[in-house]
């Protein structure tokens, strides 16, 4: 568990970097685009923004999918990671065509479990059942008021 916390964190800081933050906002903030576009960028040099943010992805999600770390530990990274799938993949796909590397697969992979297993529904049944009913209240209410927290039950999850 230590190695999976210093991990964590390890990945967390790159993550929460300004550098890395903005490229992020960088990648959100494109629109999707055709291969064909795509492969003429890739010829000129693609951005750096969207090779840092295609690599550290793939690193994460590589990492857990061959279990060096915990997906429940790692969820809410990948389910950005998922988010920002269909802005890499015109990218991934012509740079798989001009170097013949599966680049970024771990990347789509990832998204795509994302996908098949409802990510948000994911993250969410990971905590005990009673914070379940705290955040759907919430989820519910419009607009949005915190709910005060009630002490729990003995033997209550």
Known sequence: MANQLA?????????SSPEMSEARKFVASLDICDERSAAAQVEAGLDPRILAVGNFFNEVSGLVRSHVLERNLFM????????????????????????????????QYMAQLAKSEDMPRMIKRSYPRWFRRVLDKEMAAAPFEPTTFRKRRSGER
């Open 76 to 107: 809410t990274m990948l389910w950005q990671s998922s988010t920002l799938w269909p802005k890499l993949a015109p990218y991934t796909f012509a740079l798989r065509r001009k170097q013949r590397v599966a680049i970024w697969s771990d990347v």
């Open 7 to 15: 991990g964590y964190l390890a990945l967390f800081k790159q993550f």
